[in-house]
């Protein structure tokens, strides 16, 4: 039992100034990694590096790429076996068409209790949140057995590099449990869904719009590729169906392209296409089966339209001497999390929900993939994923989070730290 006098004590270092500016402070940088606008990652890294640094942290700052830093943010508490991280990222996906905010997506505006702007809920505001409540532990004074790592680390909206350099570099190696920061609306998430991504490559031939004949049109297979794929879609709903944590398995196309590179031309049909496909998994799955899927689609694709063209070229008295092809390559591949409820880090997650709400909070799994995905599978690590924000908002116009929900999240990372280190392991 942890007594509320030292409960109390680590809930008055959280001041819901700080946390607010804070988020503010990063939402103001423009972290979308485009190199062509000169945007990036590196600006937030710096304010976040800066920001512990001043705070008395260890802090380490490693490039993973030109631009691209992770920042490390170390303090031992005290002796002990366990080694908490708190996890959350730089990096934010671009705003999209500028004319659809009514407010300044870099601008941190705020109105009726909550802040706008992109990286708000995903995930800047909870990662100020995480670094007051490390600061908020950090100076309260309360005896802890272990240590805390932050992990402010770059690239997680796109392949995850800044992850995987972390635990590359051995940084995760000590580390016995972590807190994934990403707006979960307050829920306790103690599963993810898996992700196979992939890419078709759509290989035909240009030629004049006037002149189809000339050429083979990539669109066919395109079109048999998307059909495909929910046809695998509806299989796994029917074999597998839902789980009770995180919903429907899905394929889904992401980017049709046509050409792949260049501009279109009404006049042009293209020589190449290509679509992306972000498929998401739950348990029951297997992984090698789907990649396997996946290229039968892109055989089958490849015969079917080719004897097409062949029947057209005969029906017509022609004969076109090029087939069209199709390569199918993985991006990446992720497996499906789960921690046991049991787990001591969850039991850290509840109690100290239970201590801000008031009330038992509720379980659930993230209906996307995190950061933490690597963490579990590369280092078997048990991880929650928890945080302030509505779990629809990400990536949209006008994005937004709840700053009271913020301030509280702060108050619950700071317990859950609190609950895992405590001597005499209070679970």
Known sequence: MIPETVIEKVLRQIDPHAVIDLTARLVRCNSVWDPQAGTGEAETAELAAQWARERGFDVAVENVAPDRPNVIIRWTAGPGPRTLMFEGHTDVVTPGNLSRWRYDPFGAQIEKGRMFGRGTND???????????????????????????????????????GVQHFIARGHADAVTAAVVC???????????????????????????????????????????IIDGLAGL?????????????LGWPSFTPTVVQA??????????????AEILVDVRTIPGQDHDAIRNSLSALAQQTIRDVNASYRQTDRR????????????????SDRPCTHTDRGDPVVASAVWASRQVSGREPDFAGVPGA????????????????????????????????????????ARIYALTALHYLYPGDPR
Do not use: Y
């Not at 307050?186 to 759509?202: D, E, P, S, T």
């Not at 509806?234 to 944590?245: H, M, S």
């Open 123 to 161: 995930t800047k505001g909870n990662l100020a949140a995480m670094l007051v409540a490390m600061a908020a532990l950090k100076t309260s004074g309360v005896t802890l057995a272990g240590s805390i790592v932050g992990g402010v680390l770059c690239d997680e909206e796109g392949m995850m590099t």
């Open 316 to 331: 017509l008295g022609i004969r076109r001497p090029w087939e069209l092809d199709v390569i199918v390559r993985f991006l």
């Open 370 to 409: 995190t950061d933490g995905t690597f963490l579990w599978a590369l280092k078997d690590m048990p991880i929650v994923t928890m945080g302030a924000g509505d779990r629809q908002v990400p990536h949209q116009v006008n994005e937004w989070v709840d700053l009271d929900q913020l301030v509280d999240t």
């Open 259 to 272: 050409p792949s590179q260049g501009p279109p031309q009404l006049n042009v049909v293209p020589g190449e």
């Open 233 to 245: 879609e509806a299989e796994a709903i029917q074999t597998v169906g839902k789980d009770p944590l």
């Open 182 to 224: 990403e707006p979960q609306d307050g829920l306790v998430c103690i599963a993810q869904k898996g992700a196979v991504r992939a890419r078709f490559a759509v290989h035909g031939r240009m030629s004049h719009g006037a002149m189809p004949l000339s050429g083979l049109n990539p669109a066919p297979a395109m079109a048999r």
